[in-house]
T-cell receptor, first 115, second 118 residues
Framework: ETGVTQTPRHLVMGMTNKKSLKCEQHLGHNAMYWYKQSAKKPLELMFVYNFKEQTENNSVPSRFSPECPNSSHLFLHLHTLQPEDSALYLC??????????????FGNGTRLTVT | AQKVTQAQTEISVVEKEDVTLDCVYETRDTTYYLFWYKQPPSGELVFLIRRNSFDEQNEISGRYSWNFQKSTSSFNFTITASQVVDSAVYFCALSENSAGGATNKLIFGTGTLLAVQP
């Protein structure tokens, strides 16, 4: 398997549920990212990890909790979400964080619906 | 502040027509990168091109071409002889800069939905 794989593809959860999104990259990259894509809005960067260390939290509410156990895996733990959190959540990876490194490679995303 | 504007929300063309997607950016930095990504219905953003701020040469890749003009802060994307498979949302993006220079964190435009009719 190659590229960036995200599971599940679709997720429906209630506001009191706890769920997790998973991302795995098979590209040998060192940096991983979570982006949120809402309708009619630009993609929003949520978190950045470099060599398993979080380097960016873009003022994301604490109901979103990322985890990066190694450079190949990235999780997004969700709890007590709000309906406005419904969106497409995209994972991406890159060789590194610098401008001279490879561009971002994205997964297919998880379509999240909060009811 | 850095910003990317894609003024065209939706474009509809008939197959074999040429179509240009506009992208205008704002930045005070002298070193930056510009990108185009394609998002088909499957959801995955597919990387198309990266251009650095010092390279204003236009680029052609098959039916795709890009026109980078620093004088107008534009990085437009043209598809020649469009095909139904080109139907997707296209995003233009700008590298966000830090004290150390351009980074891999991207500032995206809102995207242009291209529909190519058979």
């Amino acid at each position: 398997e190659t590229g960036v794989t995200q599971t599940p593809r679709h997720l429906v959860m209630g506001m009191t549920n706890k769920k997790s999104l998973k991302c795995e990259q098979h590209l040998g990259h060192n940096a991983m990212y979570w982006y949120k894509q809402s309708a009619k809005k630009p993609l929003e960067l949520m978190f950045v990890y470099n060599f398993k260390e979080q380097t960016e939290n873009n003022s994301v509410p604490s109901r979103f909790s990322p985890e990066c156990p190694n450079s190949s895996h990235l999780f997004l733990h969700l709890h007590t979400l709000q309906p406005e959190d419904s969106a497409l959540y995209l994972c991406a990876s890159s060789q590194g964080l610098g401008w001279d490194n490879s561009p971002l490679h994205f997964g297919n995303g998880t379509r999240l619906t909060v009811t | 502040a850095q910003k990317v504007t894609q003024a065209q929300t939706e474009i509809s063309v008939v197959e074999k027509e040429d179509v240009t997607l506009d992208c205008v950016y704002e930045t005070r930095d002298t070193t930056y990168y510009l990108f185009w990504y394609k998002q088909p219905p499957s959801g995955e953003l597919v990387f198309l091109i990266r251009r650095n701020s010092f390279d204003e040469q236009n680029e052609i890749s098959g039916r795709y071409s890009w026109n980078f003009q620093k004088s107008t802060s534009s990085f437009n994307f043209t598809i020649t002889a469009s095909q139904v498979v080109d139907s997707a949302v296209y995003f233009c993006a700008l590298s966000e800069n830090s004290a150390g220079g351009a980074t891999n964190k991207l500032i995206f435009g809102t995207g242009t939905l291209l529909a190519v009719q058979p």
